[in-house]
């Protein structure tokens, strides 16, 4: 499982105690690190405390259900890319059809061979590292998706004094290195200036903006920068 099994951190949400504990163990047997809730509620306060790289979650539990939960994750800017899997005893059509347009990237049903969750797991984190790596600034990009992003990033630049007046502080585990690359991605600078600037190589830059990609919800150098002034994580 490479990447999937040294630092993927999973969050599980399920109100079933005995389910949860057995699919939380098999995770763990399989590499992966794994918290747990037991509701919802539980869920989401364990996302401020630090965000996961993938998210199963239960469809049928009380006060706040999955697809409810889930709603809650596509509503905030940054669990809007979290890779997120339902677990539910109902695999009818319809219910598969509502867990994918509520915005769900894949649906199990219950009961389930513990393999294939594994491996579903490792699909979504591998397409995940792909998406991030595609957006990624690399060593020979596309000149005119540079030009574009270099000029709505100064766009937003100019505005940053109005958006740091509306920024709302927002705290993320970020290393002091995540944090200097944030610090000159959101100045405008590019993967190579940057990379000279903390005197380093482009292919260290590009894995950590991946991974500022990852903790931020975010696809793209612009949303990044936009993220990072409206919550307050740049000068």
Known sequence: MEQA?????????????????????YLEDSGF???TAANAQEGWEQLQQARPDLVITDVMMPRVDGYQFLAQLRGDDRFKALPV????????????????????????AK???PDELVVRVENLLRR????????????????????RQVAEIRAMLQQKPQLQTQATPLALDLTPREE???????QGLMNKEIARELDTSVRNIEKYVSRLFSKTGTNSRTELVRFS????LAD
């Open 229 to 232: 002034l409206e919550h307050g």
């Open 111 to 113: 009961p389930f061979d």
């Open 33 to 35: 690190r794994v918290r």
């Open 85 to 108: 899997i339902l677990l539910t005893a109902r695999g009818m059509t319809g219910d598969r059809i509502q867990g994918y347009e509520a915005g769900c990237d894949d649906y199990i």
């Open 128 to 147: 995940r590292r792909e998406t991030i790596a595609a957006v990624a600034d690399t060593g020979n990009p596309d000149l005119a998706e540079v030009a």
């Open 180 to 186: 200097s690359v944030l610090k000159l991605v959101a």
């Open 5 to 25: 099994v040294s630092d993927a951190e999973i969050l599980l949400v399920d109100d079933e105690p005995g389910l949860r504990e057995a699919v939380q163990a």
